[in-house]
């Protein structure tokens, strides 16, 4: 039972313009959500998070939305660089404060130059 | 300060032969963490340790897997008689303190094949 999900494996962009990456989960106690990034051969490393208290948070190029109502959170990259090619997994758990969180599959993001 | 090491990166075995996968935590973290990914799936959370003790196995198959973190040396994941349903990357990660998930840095994987 995949608690948070990510539909699309891939995408891709023209470098300068926008990428969006979606993730959706199923479990409405879920009150904390990250993205995490990760390059081949390298471990995921954290990029951004937002509280349920929250719609959005924003850290420089990277803009996370969350949609209580629809269960659905995305990531915006703007402007989208050849650098930001890689997995990016969104995670959720239902306490902040926990080192257990639900990761989706991943989408593979690549930018193109 | 290096980051987190884990070798092998690319392990395989035969039905049957036992696998052990190695973590070195940063230097000055005391936590390690294991997870797993299955094709397909997401990362899925295993085991919790620190030094000499698991504080959370919960994610842990119940049979064949094992995990430790002596006090000298580096953590160990090992299973027994490997099926290939065990075919997987697994990672791990560590940390100064047992809090949120941000807080761990990942290692690069050890990707295990089981023929």
């Known amino acids: 039972d995949q608690q948070v999900k990510q539909n699309s494996p891939s995408l891709s962009v023209q470098e300068g313009r926008i990428s969006i990456l979606n993730c959706d989960y199923t479990?409405?106690?879920?009150?904390?959500f990250l993205w995490y990034k990760k390059y081949p051969a390298e471990g995921p490393t954290f990029l951004i998070s937002?509280?349920?208290?929250?719609d959005k948070n924003e850290d420089g190029r990277f803009t996370v939305f969350l949609n209580k109502s629809a269960k659905h959170l995305s990531l915006h990259i703007v402007p989208s660089q050849p650098g930001d090619s890689a997995v990016y997994f969104c995670?959720?758990?239902?306490?902040?404060?926990?080192?257990?969180?639900?990761f989706g599959t991943g989408t593979r993001l690549k930018v193109l130059a | 300060n290096a980051g987190v090491m884990q070798n092998p990166r690319h392990l395989v075995r035969r039905r049957g032969q036992e696998a052990r996968l190695r973590c070195s935590p940063m230097?000055?973290?005391?936590?390690v963490y294991w997870y797993r990914q299955l094709p397909e799936e997401g990362l899925k959370f295993m085991v919790y340790l620190q030094k000499e003790n698991i504080i959370d196995e919960s994610g842990m198959p119940k049979e064949r897997f094992s995990a430790e973190f002596p006090k000298e040396g580096p953590s160990i994941l090992r299973i027994q008689q490997v099926v290939r349903g065990d075919s997987a990357a697994y990672f791990c990660?560590?940390?100064?303190?047992?809090?949120?998930?941000?807080?761990?840095?990942f290692g690069p994987g050890t990707r295990l094949t089981v023929t």
């Open positions: 990660a560590s940390s100064t303190s047992g809090r949120t998930v941000y807080e761990q840095y």
């Open positions: 230097k000055g973290h005391s936590h």
């Open positions: 995670a959720a758990s239902v306490d902040s404060g926990t080192y257990k969180y639900i």
């Open positions: 479990n409405s106690m879920f009150d904390y």
């Open positions: 937002i509280s349920s208290i929250k």
